[in-house]
């Protein structure tokens, strides 16, 4: 295991050839700290059902530009996402691709600026894209492998009128390990929606370690939407959320298909009036590993937090929930809200859930429920005494379980395309 990303961990040192001394630093500081404490395993308790010894025994490769070739009729056939009223955002194997991205020069745009250019025009700017370092080991080597950086911004008192869609795609030859790094400034009393995707076109075993980062200011919302689905692969996604005063974030996970999916989502609401609202969905139909671990931090009074997450699993699916909610001292009017509903398709399916509260202040309001179980008999029963053949029964009472998350999805078309990955798997 540590032979291989050792091994990798020294190629980043080509990345610096051309970098500026203080982000060479940084990538060294990064890999000093993962050298310190290592790579998680099964025997941590938050890694405990996510195994990754597989990939930790994967020759993984760092991409290079000629692997950045892909044409538009590829792009469109990869994305969920088929709306023609976005703004795009493409990037491949982690770089930005100006090209086939498609973004208006107005104003009611956002303003997207890579690493390069940073490093150029604003130096400041360049290293606020580093400035975040959260202590966990995948963020480090976000850090350390990041082969550019992408800073989206939306200007004070604008609102992006269309979403703004972010395709992540994995291409090329061999095992990768690609590293997106994204940035979201929402400045005060902004909104704007994006929709960040996740499309994995490479062989089974590389792994695409993604961190996004999003600083919502006073008075802005931010909605996001993040899509990970592909047929194989593995998957590591960080999202880092601070909200300040009155402002809100609305964030939703849809996790299906690869080999293992591990998405860690931190939400920190630093000053009163912040808000967030959390709504995941994972969809197992083989044999996936889908592991959602979530953390909201009440840092301040009166912020309100609620999280609703649905698991679906079939075939030898695992599904994996874990919801920590966390009040700190001497703050009141705080409200939080946990909800984990899960539903099992065959008998050898599985799923682990653990809504979590930590509060350490008395004026507050906070609950959490957790269920799983399976379709009810009764329910099919009904639809089939209407005429209703079995299988489309139970899909009905499926769709009608999802409904509610996928409702929270600005796009149809992935609706659409998902339930087609239902109706076609020998789920039901």
């Given amino acids: 295991m540590k032979q291989n990303f050792n091994r990798i961990l020294l190629q980043s040192q080509s990345l610096g050839d051309s970098e500026p001394e203080w982000l060479k630093c940084k990538r060294e500081e990064a890999i000093e700290s993962i050298n310190s404490i290592g790579f998680p395993t099964t025997r941590n308790e938050e890694w405990k059902y996510t195994p990754l010894d597989e990939i930790y025994q994967t020759e993984l490769e760092i991409p290079v530009d000629a692997d950045n070739v892909l044409s538009t009729d590829t792009l469109e056939s990869a994305s969920l996402v088929n709306e023609p009223n976005l703004f795009k955002i493409i990037l491949i194997n982690g770089k930005y691709s100006r090209e086939l991205s498609d973004l208006e020069v107005t104003k009611s745009a956002p303003n997207v600026r890579p ?209 920590k909610v966390l009040v700190e001292e001497n703050i009141h009017h705080v409200k939080a809200s946990q909800n984990s509903n899960n539903l099992l398709l065959s008998d050898v399916a599985e799923i682990n859930t653990k809504p979590e509260l930590e509060i350490y202040s008395d004026d507050v309001t906070c609950a959490h429920g957790a269920t799983v179980g399976q379709l009810d008999a009764d329910s099919t029963f009904y639809l089939r005494a209407r005429g209703i053949p079995e299988k489309v029964a139970k899909r009905i009472l499926v769709e009608a379980f999802l409904e509610e998350a996928l409702s929270q999805l600005p796009v149809e078309s992935v609706k659409t395309e998902l339930m087609k990955i239902i109706s076609k798997s020998n789920t039901l």
């Fill in 115 to 323: 690493l390069e250019e940073l490093i150029e025009n604003e130096p400041e700017a360049a290293k606020f894209l580093f400035s975040s370092d959260p202590r966990e080991t995948f963020s480090w080597l976000n850090t350390a492998m990041a082969r550019d950086a992408l800073l989206i911004t939306c200007p004070e008192n604008r609102t992006i009128q269309k979403p703004i869609h972010l395709l992540n795609i994995m291409t090329g030859k061999r095992n990768k390990l690609v590293s997106p790094r994204i940035i979201i400034e929402a400045n005060a009393n902004s909104k704007l929606t994006l929709i960040e995707e996740f499309v994995n076109l490479l062989p089974d075993k590389s792994l695409m370690n993604a961190a996004t980062f999003i600083n919502a200011k006073p008075g802005s919302l931010v909605n996001h939407h993040r899509i990970s689905g592909s047929s194989s692969g593995y998957h590591v996604g960080n999202l880092h959320c601070k909200v300040s005063q009155d402002a809100n974030i609305f964030t939703t996970s849809l996790a299906f298909g690869g080999n293992v999916t591990r998405i860690n989502i931190n939400v920190r609401l630093e000053q009163p009036g912040a808000s967030c609202n959390l709504s995941g969905l994972f969809l197992g139909v083989k044999d996936e590993l889908i592991d959602h671990h979530t953390t909201i931090e009440h840092a301040a009074s009166e912020t309100n937090s609620n999280e609703v997450y649905k698991g679906v699993m079939g075939g030898k699916s695992k599904g994996v929930f874990n919801g």
